[in-house]
């Protein structure tokens, strides 16, 4: 039985059922690249289905740490992480605690750099 070429593999599938090679791949119309707010950069390409197809080039920042902190974009106020999980962030603002999903994490607030005498 013979391997497949590296070049006939299927590097992308539509939810048509469709399959693209790399090849093919590059060839579909409609590429777009961008850059989503935390760092994840898509590749987007359409499917003659209609659909978009979409590879991630680069995952971006990963999701929120327990125990990390960050500062609220439009106010300056520190939160702390205390979970992160399936696309939603629960944090601690003062006293409150507070839940958001992981777009509205992303766009509302910005991670505290690191203090020297953290980084020891």
């Known amino acids: 039985m013979m391997m497949a070429d590296a070049a006939d593999a299927i590097f992308k599938k539509c939810s048509c059922g469709r399959t693209y090679t790399r090849e093919q791949w590059e060839n579909l ?17 359409q499917c003659p289905c209609g659909s978009h197809i979409i590879i991630v080039l680069d995952p971006g920042e990963p999701e929120p740490a327990p125990r990390e902190r960050w500062y609220r974009r439009a106010t300056g106020r520190p939160i702390e992480v205390v979970s992160s999980t399936h696309g939603c962030v629960v944090y601690r603002s003062g006293s409150r ?4 999903t992981s777009e509205e994490f992303w766009a509302t607030f910005t991670k505290c750099a690191v203090r020297r005498s953290e980084a020891r």
């Open 29 to 45: 119309p409609d590429k777009k690249v961008y850059t989503l707010e935390w760092g994840e950069v898509h590749d987007q390409r």
């Open 97 to 100: 605690m507070c839940t958001a």
